[in-house]
């Protein structure tokens, strides 16, 4: 194979990774019509169809799909390698990615990684906040954080923060012309601020238990975020009642502002962890990283 081909084929692997021209293009660092003429020349040296676009997708063709496949874990490999070798340095360097929800980067990651990533000025973070369940294999990501009770049985583990709950607030606003609710299943009868998973799609169904009994209610209301903060603007709003981690709306509580219903229903969660594939070589950045987020 000539070097022209393999340089080639890894701008290939970006563009049917990404399912995008212009996605790619800015992850190599290159322009896009400089990406699109380059796939366009491996493809007539391959005598094959690698890609089918269209004006709003781009995806790999049955070819593409198969060279994907075998080009994918080599190239894996290859930057497994060459993080092991940057491992050996003394000084930590390099990006670490990790996949977490708006909550457990606002509450939690970024307040204990904020005095610390002053220290390791060559440590590159990217910390991508997303409310749905990514594979963090399969989306390159270093690792990531989850409640301890969804957590996949093959991760490594490291708990990082308190067990907490989710509570239902209001504001007294909306309590004015709405009746309080006593059970959570008079929650079908109110207005509710929905959120929504990324990755399934789905909304969130509310969990609650109380002396043993689980019980699960799907609300209706006006509004779906992805973000719980936005979330908490919309109760304070007025616009229904919100299910959200007791931590991010307490001092709306405490100042009147929020009007917390179902107290007794509200159920602890396990904690917070760090969680990453068993077979990862932690580099010293990475490390640098866990022992930042355990403390």
Known sequence: MRREDLNDMLWFLAVAEERSFTKAAARLGTSQSTLSHTIKQLEMRLGLRLLTRTTRSVAPTEAGERLLRSLAPHIRELEADIDALMA???????????????????????????????NYPDIRVELFSDNGFRNIVEDRFDAGVRLGESLDKDMIAVPIGPDWRLVAVASPEYFASHSVPQHPQELVEHICINQRHLRSGGLYVWEFEKDGRDLRVRVEGQLIFNSSYAEVDAALSGYGIAYLPESIVRDHIDAGRLIQVLDDWSPMFSGYYLYYPNRRQNSPAFSVIVEALRR
């Open 88 to 118: 050996i340095r003394d000084k930590p360097s390099g990006t670490i990615r990790i996949s977490l929800s708006d909550h457990a980067l606002e509450s939690l990651v970024w307040p204990k990684l904020k005095p610390v990533l002053r």
